[in-house]
């Protein structure tokens, strides 16, 4: 039971539990976007009217207007996850293997650690 406690409260589990919840308020975002305003632009170019963005063959609706709001929707989340979370990620982690460290600024724990080391040392 330890191992499980400490498995959640390591910060990952912290961290993607957050990022679950963004990108599905982001999906609901893209996707209400593609709904209000790629839905009606596929409508009309497919010859608008109820029937736009699809066609029947022999009492069968092809919904193509549907799939091609879909592919959009999941071209706008891909590109946008790429480019807030990927990327930053790949030039951190190149960063990193190359030595170069980001500026952290120090803890409170830190400092209050050096203050009482530099005390100590002027004590003695």
């Known amino acids: 039971m330890k191992g499980f406690k400490d498995f959640l409260f ?14 599905t308020a982001f999906t609901a975002l893209v996707t209400s976007f593609t709904e209000s305003f790629i839905n009606p632009l596929i409508g009309l170019i497919g010859g608008g009217g ?11 609706l092809f919904t193509w207007g549907a799939f091609i709001t879909a592919v ?3 071209v ?11 990327l930053p990620m790949q ?4 960063r990193r293997k190359a030595g170069v460290e980001e500026d952290i600024p120090p803890t409170q724990e830190d400092l209050l ?11 003695q």
Do not use: H, P
Not at 50 to 60: R, T
Not at 77 to 86: C, P, Q, R
């Open 10 to 23: 390591r910060g990952n589990i912290v961290d993607l539990a957050v990022a679950v919840v963004i990108g």
């Open 72 to 74: 959009i929707t999941f």
């Open 113 to 123: 650690t050096e203050i009482r080391d530099l005390l100590a040392r002027s004590g």
């Open 50 to 60: 109820e029937f736009g963005g699809a066609f029947e063959v022999n009492g069968q």
């Open 76 to 86: 706008i989340t891909a590109a946008v996850i790429y480019f807030i979370v990927v």
């Open 91 to 94: 030039k951190i982690n190149e």
